[in-house]
C-alpha cells in the first residue's frame, strides 16, 4: 500500500491536490458524552456555574474548524463556507449529542473539520461541567457522511447496512481493583491472552476473563427508576453498542480493534451470597441475565471507539 502522506524517501509531505478539481463538498460528524444525573439536574435548572454551556460550546466547536490545519500537522487548510453544529439533550438516558455540518467548494474534503467541530464542542461541555462531576465519557465520535470530490458520497448508515460481520463498537472499557466494586472507565486497555484486562482484578486464568453488557442493557435500568447511571457500574470491562448480545451464543469469537479476539465462554452468572456489591449499590445487577464472560484468545491493545467484529 502506498501512504500518500510520506514521498520516495519515506519522510512526510503533505499531499498535493492542486490537480484536483474544486467541487462542492459537505461533512457531517457525530459524537456524545455521557454526563450523568447531576449535570442533567443542574441543566434543567439552568444551574451550570460557568453559564450557557451550549453557546459556548458551539462557538468554540466553529473557531475549531477552521483552525484544523493548524492542529493536524498534514491537513489541507480549507477555506470553509460554512460551519453549523446541532444538539440534543437526552435526559433519560443522560447524555449530550452533538452532530457538525461543514461547507465548502475546495479541492479536496472537510472531514477533518467537522470532527474537530463535533470533538472540541464535547470537550468544551466537559471543561464547563467538570465542577459538577468528572467522571463523563466522551464516546463515538465518527464522520456520519460525506458528500462531493472524487469519491462521490457516502454514509456511515449505508456501511453498516450493507454490512453481514455484525459491527459494533466499544463505547466504554472499565476496569476494578477489587472483585465485586464497581468498575471505572478508562480510554483505552491491554487485553492479555489468556489472562483478561492488564490491571483489573478479574484478570486471570479461567473462563470469565473479560465481561460485557450492552448500553441497551443499561439503558433498561430506566425501568428501576435507576438514573444518571456511568458505564461500569454493572461491574462490566467492555460496554459495547450496536452488538445484538442476546443472540450471541457460547463459542462466538469477536474481534476489537483489529488484533485482539474474544471467545464467548459463558452468558450470564449468579450473583455472589446475598447479592453483589453491585446489586446493593445500583439496586439491581443486570450482569446475571444479561452479561457475556469471554476468553482472551489473542491478546492487543483496545481503546473507546475500536470496532468489534462478529467473526465467522
Known amino acids: 500500500m502506498d501512504f500518500s502522506h510520506l514521498n520516495g524517501e519515506g519522510l512526510p509531505q503533505m499531499v498535493d491536490v492542486s490537480q484536483k ?26 444551574d451550570i456555574p460557568k453559564g450557557d454551556i451550549f453557546a459556548t460550546a458551539k462557538l468554540a466547536g466553529i473557531m475549531a474548524a477552521k483552525k484544523t490545519s493548524e492542529l493536524i500537522p498534514l491537513c489541507h487548510n480549507v477555506f470553509l463556507s460554512h460551519v453549523d453544529i446541532s444538539y440534543s439533550v437526552d435526559q433519560e438516558h443522560g447524555y449530550i449529542e452533538a452532530v457538525s455540518e461543514v461547507k465548502c467548494a475546495a ?7 467537522a470532527l474537530t467541530a463535533v470533538l472540541i464542542f464535547l470537550e468544551t461541555i466537559y471543561d464547563m461541567c467538570k465542577a459538577i462531576e468528572k467522571n463523563m465519557v466522551i464516546t463515538d465520535v465518527k464522520v456520519i457522511e460525506k458528500k462531493g470530490g472524487k469519491s462521490g458520497d457516502w454514509s456511515l448508515e449505508g456501511t453498516f447496512s450493507k454490512s453481514d460481520k455484525g459491527l459494533g463498537r466499544v463505547v466504554s472499557i472499565n476496569i476494578s481493583k477489587q472483585k465485586g466494586t464497581i468498575k471505572q472507565p478508562i480510554s483505552e ?24 453488557l450492552d448500553v441497551e442493557s443499561i439503558r433498561k435500568m430506566e425501568q428501576y427508576g435507576l438514573k444518571g447511571l456511568c458505564f461500569g457500574k454493572f461491574a462490566e470491562n467492555i460496554t459495547t453498542e450496536g452488538l445484538d448480545l442476546g443472540k450471541i451464543e457460547i463459542g462466538t ?15 450470564g452468572k449468579k450473583c455472589h451470597g446475598e447479592g453483589c456489591e453491585i446489586a446493593r449499590t445500583v439496586g439491581v445487577c443486570i450482569m446475571p441475565r444479561e452479561g457475556l464472560f469471554a476468553r482472551v484468545l489473542r491478546g492487543g491493545k483496545i481503546k473507546v471507539g475500536d470496532c468489534i467484529e462478529v467473526m465467522d
Not at 478539481?21 to 439552568?46: C, P
Open 21 to 46: 478539481d474544486v467541487t462542492y463538498r459537505v461533512a457531517k460528524a457525530s459524537g456524545r458524552i455521557y454526563v450523568g444525573e447531576r449535570v442533567m439536574a443542574a441543566i434543567r435548572n439552568s
Open 107 to 113: 479541492h479536496t474534503g472537510v472531514e477533518m473539520e
Open 189 to 212: 486497555a491491554v487485553l492479555i491472552e489468556d489472562f483478561g484486562i492488564e490491571g483489573d482484578a478479574h484478570a486471570g486464568p479461567g473462563h470469565r476473563q473479560v465481561s460485557l
Open 253 to 267: 469469537r469477536l474481534k476489537i480493534g483489529g488484533q485482539a479476539v474474544l471467545e464467548i465462554s459463558q452468558i
